[in-house]
């Protein structure tokens, strides 16, 4: 079966940097789009950054461009998210999503979070 | 970039009665719709997409209508394992944007 499973989440400082990580398993990863989706603490959902299925096709909300970048490595069945310049307002559960069968736009698989908390 | 909103923000239902969730759009989105289910500590749960497709192993109970800017979730009886908060989302563009949601009650 479908399996998305995060890691890297923590405790970070205000300005700090972090890297998540999914890996995939029970599909062909390569066929498909990912993205990252987050839910601050209380709040309701925010998609984050996409990446095609070769990789060379990315999009990021407004309010992380410049700050994250997504990458994946497809050989290893992975995808990540690395953070950079933090700030409060970035504490939350961070999903590895799936999207449907290409081009779709809705996801169909979520992994069970892994939470960043942005605190001095 | 286009701002989805539901109504009610929160919903109380007594089990086994009819559940109508609402959710619009800023402009069209045509039929690029679909809705989430999330019981508390879980991940969403993908319920329809296209705005009235079932995803695989929902069952019939949930229905999904509506195309352009209008959009409903039906749940026709609601099961105890239904209450929930319940989210639509818009893939017509990029960003796409999730709605602030729903959250169904017990009465």
């Known amino acids: 079966q479908v399996q998305l499973v995060e890691s890297g989440g923590g405790l970070v400082k205000p300005g700090g940097s972090l890297r998540l990580s999914c890996v995939a398993s029970g599909f062909s990863f390569s066929d498909y789009y990912m993205s990252w989706i987050r839910q601050a603490p209380g709040k309701g959902l925010e998609w984050v950054s996409y990446?095609?299925?070769?990789?060379?096709?990315?999009y990021y909300a407004d309010s992380v461009e410049g700050r994250f970048t997504i990458s994946r490595d497809n050989a290893k069945n992975s995808l990540y998210l690395q953070m950079n310049s933090l700030r409060a307002e970035d504490t939350a559960v961070y999903y590895c999503?799936?999207?449907?069968?290409?081009?779709?736009?809705?996801?169909?698989?979520w992994g069970q979070g892994t939470l960043v908390t942005v605190s001095s | 970039e286009i701002v989805m909103t539901q109504s009610p923000a929160t919903l109380s239902v007594s089990p086994g009665e009819r559940a109508t969730l609402s959710c619009r759009a800023s402009q069209s989105v045509r039929s690029n719709l679909g809705w989430y289910q999330q019981k508390a500590g879980q991940a969403p749960r993908l319920l329809i997409y296209a705005a009235s497709t079932r995803a695989t192993g929902i069952p019939a109970r949930f229905s999904g209508s509506g195309s352009g800017t209008e959009f409903t979730l039906t749940i026709s009886s609601l099961q105890s394992e239904d209450f929930a908060v319940y989210y639509c989302?818009?893939?017509?563009?990029?960003?796409?944007?999730f709605g602030g949601g729903t959250k169904v009650e017990i009465k």
């Open positions: 990446s095609r299925s070769s990789g060379s096709t990315k």
């Open positions: 999503v799936r999207e449907g069968p290409a081009p779709s736009g809705w996801f169909d698989h």
């Open positions: 989302q818009h893939f017509n563009e990029w960003p796409v944007a």
